[in-house]
């Protein structure tokens, strides 16, 4: 039983070895413009990117055009990776690189629909009220978002929303820890002071 403890360790740190063997071969055939390669990152990380776009834009549209953007750049993209990160982290930085244009769209996109929902329509008696609260809370939420810097609010989205590390974030967004942190506490600053404004 001793023995069986004692390769444990070992077994799962030949594990991770594998995993990262397998990550470095993907990096080396995208580098080299293996076509069949983006696929495979595109099967192993769309889901992460898609995600996170969707976190940063609060608009499931931008989102599917921001990852479906990451990845037609990739094949370009990929020649400045050094591997100082994971190839998910790389993909993020790219996500964040190209967020400025989806970010202002989807803000007019939800501006839009706001608008829309505020033309008189026959009550919905079967909508609870709390519902209705928990709506305009998370659309004060996105409005006070789409009101951040794109740098804090790219750094509130990964650091609050996907609880990423100050030190992922900063490799994330190529900066130091202290300025990830001072953009956190700008960006929360303000959201709190967007949010006490809104309430009436």
Request: proline letters at 4%; one cysteine or more; glycine letters at 6%.
């Amino acid at each position: 039983m001793r023995t069986v403890a004692l390769l444990v360790p070992f077994l799962f740190s030949r594990g991770a070895e594998r995993g990262q063997d397998v990550e470095d071969t993907l990096v080396e055939r995208l580098q080299r413009g293996d076509a069949a390669a983006i696929g495979e990152a595109y099967d192993q990380h769309y889901g992460a990117v898609r995600g996170f776009a969707r976190r940063l834009t609060g608009d499931d549209a931008a989102a599917e055009d921001l990852a479906h953007d990451v990845f037609v750049s990739l094949p370009q993209a990929i020649q400045r990776f050094r591997g100082g990160s994971s190839l998910k982290t790389f993909l993020i930085a790219i996500a964040v690189n190209h967020a400025r244009h989806h970010v202002r769209a989807a803000a007019r996109r939800r501006a839009a629909m706001e608008r829309l929902a505020l033309e008189p329509e026959e009550a919905d008696a079967s909508s609870p009220e709390r519902e209705a609260g928990r709506a305009d809370l998370a659309q004060a939420l996105n409005r006070a978002l789409d009101a951040l810097p794109d740098a804090q609010r790219a750094t509130f989205v990964l650091c609050e929303v996907e609880e990423r590390s100050s030190r992922e974030v900063a490799e994330i967004l190529g900066v130091p820890e202290a300025t990830v942190r001072t953009r956190l506490f700008h960006a929360k600053q303000k959201l709190r002071t967007l949010l006490e404004e809104r309430t009436p």
